[in-house]
Nanobody
Framework: VQLQASGGGLVQAGGSLRLSCAAS????????MGWFRQAPGNEREFVAR????????DYANSVKGRFTISRDRAENTVHLQMNSLKPEDTAVYFC????????????????WGQGTLVTVSS
């Protein structure tokens, strides 16, 4: 599966952006979609995830209440609505397709899209 992320840009603190991730198709082994981000000098970190039914979502504490992940099932697209953006949200955002490994009780993310840069000015 190929993932295409878009929607990044420059925004002032307090502003909003909406990221989108289009999947070429749903893989048989993929049951979740997620967003991650990597700021300069930092490791990549989890932001949000959603299962394909859209019923289950999860967020990093740092974005909870400000970001909303959703998916368009017909379009195989996942969105990340980011509100009340802060300078510390500045990062390259990546979307990923993954699955939950029930044997080791963890999510695995074998498929990644290219990043989209989000810059929040103060």
């Amino acid at each position: 599966v190929q993932l295409q992320a878009s929607g990044g840009g420059l925004v002032q603190a307090g502003g909003s952006l909406r990221l989108s991730c289009a999947a070429s198709r749903r893989t048989f082994s993929s049951d979740v979609m997620g967003w991650f981000r990597q700021a300069p000098g930092n490791e990549r970190e989890f932001v949000a995830r959603i299962n394909w039914s859209g019923v289950q979502t999860d967020y990093a504490n740092s974005v909870k209440g400000r970001f909303t992940i959703s998916r368009d099932r017909a379009e195989n697209t996942v969105h990340l609505q980011m509100n009340s953006l802060k300078p510390e949200d500045t990062a390259v955002y990546f979307c990923a397709a993954g699955r939950y490994n029930r044997e080791v009780l963890t999510y695995e993310w074998p498929c990644w899209g290219q990043g989209t840069l989000v810059t929040v000015s103060s």
